[in-house]
């Protein structure tokens, strides 16, 4: 299971994650029409992948910068690209388009420089554009840890999409680089998992004066944890929205006012149930019933988006 979308569309176009997704895309085509045959690439790589062995003898810095842009695959490449289009349109309203792309390039490069401190000297060449994207993760945990994501659920032969609020998604995915990369021997390949760990965690850090120039707190009071307008999906709470606890956003007054309709008809169901008898199942009308992110969300793929080691072969 991975995420596929959120319900959270941008109010302004997302300029910058558009024309990043657009160049990452034709960087790949170029690769794949231009570079034909193993030394092409392995040169390419060479000259424009993060290569720690290098960088540990002050040789090309650039690569901490130009390895966001390099894709080993479609799938790596695709998957890349969807959590970029997920997460990236509502930080960049959030931070401006300038500050957003200089935001993206710094937690792509803190990401690089986390996998170089995990294998300081090994010959193996980095690519990806996912430290850069985790750190567009990190950024919007901070901003909006309520915001629905919907994950898709493979059951066998069954698709279903789960809403599951969006701290929950990544909290998960972050815990699971981490533990990835505890277990893996960076020297021999594979998924780069301190670049995933090391991007999310900078893109946190680097989201922080944001989020404190809103109101810290204050602010996911009065957005509720998600992005501050109409069409924003508040994933399934785990409580009623209680009214009182700060006023509603710009852009929230259809939403508390659908939460105190709804609070006004639990209090006068609670009202008859104690005038009759009680409900025999315990259970809450369905129309008000909380709804718990289901327990699969643990299977999160952390392959869904991944920074790659590439082999030396390559």
């Known amino acids: 299971m991975f995420p596929i979308r959120d319900h959270n569309p941008a109010q302004a ?7 990043l997704i657009a160049i ?10 231009t570079l034909d045959t193993g030394a092409d690439l392995a040169r390419l ?5 993060m290569i720690p062995a290098r960088l540990s003898q002050a040789e090309n810095p650039v690569a901490l910068v130009s390895a966001l842009f390099l894709h080993g695959g479609l799938l790596h490449l695709a998957g890349n690209m969807l959590f970029l289009f997920i997460f990236g349109d509502n930080l960049e309203e959030q931070m401006g388009h300038g500050a957003y792309l200089g935001f993206y390039l710094a937690s792509g490069v803190a990401a690089n420089l986390a996998q170089f401190g995990a294998e300081p000297f090994s010959p193996i060449p980095t690519i990806g554009a996912s430290g850069a994207i985790a750190g567009v993760m990190g950024g919007y945990l901070l901003l909006f840890p309520r ?16 809403p599951v609020p969006a701290w929950a998604v990544l909290v998960v995915w972050f815990g699971l680089q981490v533990l990835g990369g505890i277990g893996m021997d960076a020297s021999t390949g594979g998924v780069a998992y301190w670049a995933h ?7 946190l850090a680097l989201t922080l004066p944001v989020w404190l120039r809103r109101g810290g707190p204050a602010f996911w009071t009065r957005t509720h944890g998600v992005p501050p307008h109409t069409a924003a999906a508040i994933a399934p709470p785990a409580r009623p929205f209680m009214a009182g606890r700060g006023d509603p956003a710009p852009g929230h007054e259809d939403q508390a006012a659908r939460a105190r309709t709804s609070l006004a008809n639990f209090s ?21 019933a909380p709804t718990k992110p289901p ?5 999160i793929m952390p392959a869904a988006m991944s920074q790659i080691l590439v082999s030396r072969s390559q």
């Open 147 to 162: 915001a629905r994501i919907d994950i898709l659920v493979f059951l066998i032969v069954i698709l279903k999409l789960v």
């Open 13 to 19: 176009r997302p300029w910058v994650t558009w024309s």
């Open 268 to 288: 006068k169901m609670s009202a008859l149930a104690t005038t009759t008898s009680p409900c025999s199942s315990g259970s809450w009308p369905s129309r008000i």
């Open 45 to 49: 790589y060479y000259d424009w992948a």
């Open 295 to 299: 327990a699969s969300v643990a299977m």
């Open 24 to 33: 990452n895309v034709a960087i790949y085509l170029w690769m794949v029409v």
């Open 197 to 203: 760990a090391g991007g999310f965690a900078a893109g």
